[in-house]
């Protein structure tokens, strides 16, 4: 079994649910991260102070199965978390996908 973890931009998050229903993978976690990677944050200036936000809104999917669910998952966040920006491969903050090995998984309600 294998345990994928993708961050992306919010505002994904309902292109790729439908993208994971779509391709038969129906079992996920969804929560709301803050971090930040390549792109460093934003500088904006409110009320006029300068206000450093370091850390932005990311959405977070945890998907857990065995591999034959492994790249149709994966197929699906990649098409459809990508934004489109000024470059085609995508922009700045559109994610990233980890895939780690699972060692067990035990259900509460069976044991």
Do not use: N
């Not at 936000?53 to 790249?71: T, W």
């Amino acid at each position: 079994m294998k345990l994928i973890i993708a961050y992306f931009q919010p505002e994904r998050l309902t292109d790729v649910k439908q993208a994971l229903f779509r391709a038969d993978v129906t079992k996920f976690s969804v929560t709301t991260a803050r971090g930040c990677g390549a792109q460093r944050g934003d500088h904006e200036r409110y009320r006029g102070t300068d206000v450093q936000i370091d850390l932005l809104p990311k959405a977070r999917i945890e998907v857990a199965g065995y591999d034959a669910f492994l790249q149709p998952a994966i197929d699906a966040i990649m098409e459809h978390a990508q934004t489109e920006g000024p470059d085609p491969s995508g922009d700045h903050g559109d994610g990233k996908i980890f895939v780690i090995p699972l060692e067990d998984c035990i259900r509460v309600r069976t044991g």
